[in-house]
């Protein structure tokens, strides 16, 4: 069920419901509203995000200033995208100019953004500059505000499955700097060093 709704699988989510009996963590609507949001961004369209964004919860942007400033951002990258440079040079300086003012972070991504117009290709500009115009670009702005309103409706933004996978990773790199011990492989499902044990095990035996 977590992971349907923080993915944003609505119809599985309410099948599993429904046939587990297991009652829902949200509003199922809220979940048709993320992807409608989410399908908004990843297309570019920003203006209609941050319009159904302030439709479910204007508190998320109002209390938010960096993700106010990332779509901001995502939005100039539209222009830049799409050759409406004038347009793009005034978005900059009343929108996203004084913000650059207020936090050296936002002055440096405003400066990576507006480093686009030097080029006359993406493919001419540097990787850390082309990236901008990438579809991982737009995907990443539309993670980040998924997850900006999945938390504010209490929903967890990762997955528990993912959660538990981190704090396993991170509790065996722990370990590891005191004692040696099996390790779970989780490509192949199975005890690393257990089949290395066994394996000598069987040679063992072979040899007797």
Known sequence: MDYLVIEGYKSA????????NVPPPVDFESI??????REALQRGDIEEAISRMNDLNPEILDTNPALYFHLQQQKLIEHIRHGRITEALKFAQDELAPRGEESPEFLAELERTMALLA???SSSAPPA????LSPAQRMKTAGEVNAAILESLSQGKEVKLVQLLKLLCWSEGMLAERADFPKIDLQEGLMTTGRKEA???DDSIMRE
């Open 32 to 37: 048709e509203s993320r992807m409608v949001i």
């Open 119 to 121: 080029f006359d290709s």
């Open 129 to 132: 500059i082309s990236e901008l």
């Open 199 to 201: 394996t000598a095990t």
């Open 13 to 20: 989510a309410e099948e599993f419901s429904d046939e587990a």
